[in-house]
């Protein structure tokens, strides 16, 4: 069966909005790989029930040859999409970049929007009933995740951890091969 993404991006951003996007497209379009990207509803100011039901409708067909890749609250989406599925269904697993359950460096208004994101509690177990495939990567100068992050995602999940050097919040980031990889190293 042909292996499908869902590409999750984050706060302020567009199904476009990072390098990173545009060349994951191509190469698994190369590949053979389906990728389907969403433009996900108020995202200069994004809330939990928004965007989860969000993918709760626009994700289909939910089966072990999919995959899930978010980029920063896009990766908080995930976790709260999966927490809500049921039981049975699987996936073949997640990339995280960027991923946070808090952040620093806010600013007033941005903290009243992550506010929830922040305080609102995620069942790890029940998340892990869909997939235990778990890729994280973060950036050693990130302005708005603290490397600390680094051990939630490994404690909470069992993800696989990769620390990029100098890639800030993966904005700027033109490729991110080491998610090709964890694509074509599961099954």
């Keep these: 069966m042909k292996k499908k993404i869902y590409l999750v991006h984050g706060w302020g951003g567009s199904d476009s ?3 990173w996007f545009g060349w994951l ?9 389906d990728v389907i990207s969403f433009n996900m509803p108020n995202t200069d100011e994004p809330k ?5 039901n969000y993918l709760r409708e626009n994700v289909t067909g ?3 040859n999919t995959y899930l890749i978010g980029h920063s609250i896009g990766c908080q989406t995930i976790l709260r999409f999966l927490e809500k599925l049921p039981k049975h269904k699987r996936v073949a697993g997640c990339v995280f970049v960027a ?6 460096n ?5 903290m009243t929007i992550a506010h929830p994101w922040i305080n609102s509690e ?4 029940r998340i892990k009933y869909h997939t235990n495939n778990f890729l994280a990567l973060f950036s ?3 302005p708005y995740v603290h490397i600390n992050e680094v051990e939630k995602f490994r404690d909470r999940l069992g993800a696989k951890i990769i620390i990029k050097h100098k890639e800030k919040h993966f904005n700027e980031t033109e490729k991110i091969s080491e998610i090709l990889k964890f694509i074509h190293g599961s099954r």
Excluded: A, H, Q, T
């Design 48 to 52: 939990i029930e928004e965007w989860v």
């Design 62 to 64: 939910v089966n072990e």
């Design 17 to 19: 909005s990072e390098g």
């Design 122 to 125: 995620i069942n790890f177990d």
């Design 25 to 33: 497209k191509e190469e698994c379009y190369r590949k053979g790989i």
């Design 140 to 142: 050693d100068d990130d």
């Design 99 to 104: 991923p946070w359950l808090d952040l620093i």
């Design 106 to 110: 806010m600013n007033p208004e941005e």
